[in-house]
């Protein structure tokens, strides 16, 4: 599978597991629960596009898992810098370290598993 379409599945999948964990992390979100999954299942994607292109120029183990990193961490922020309006508090560590974590699946996968496309002939 190549690196984009296997960043997004990823992504997304993981993305809504990362979700799913604000019932573990912060069980009084409940009520907000399937906005909160459809939201991260969203970063996730977006997230695993992103380091999935990435991931088709550079061959990198290393590298790939620090960029998933940065790529999810960045696009976790403003959301963790957010205070939720149901509750009036902010969760910014409930959501940085699921998030990061999607990243550095999501970055390890595409550079381990994905296939680069085959050179133009």
């Known amino acids: 599978m190549n690196k984009p379409v296997l960043g997004l599945l990823l992504g997304g999948a993981l993305g809504a597991v990362d979700g799913l964990s604000a019932l573990i992390s912060a069980p009084e979100v409940a009520p907000g629960i399937v906005g909160i999954v459809i ?37 976790a922020l403003p959301i963790a810098l957010s205070t939720d309006p149901n509750t009036g508090k902010q969760y910014f560590w409930e959501i940085m370290i699921p998030g990061s974590i999607v990243g550095v699946i999501v970055g390890y996968a595409t550079q381990k598993f994905g296939t680069r496309p085959a050179p133009a002939a």
């Open 39 to 75: 939201g991260s299942m969203g970063k996730g994607l977006v997230g695993g596009l992103i380091i999935g292109f990435i991931a088709r120029k550079l061959d990198n183990l290393p590298l790939g898992i620090l960029i998933g990193l940065g790529v999810a961490a960045l696009l």
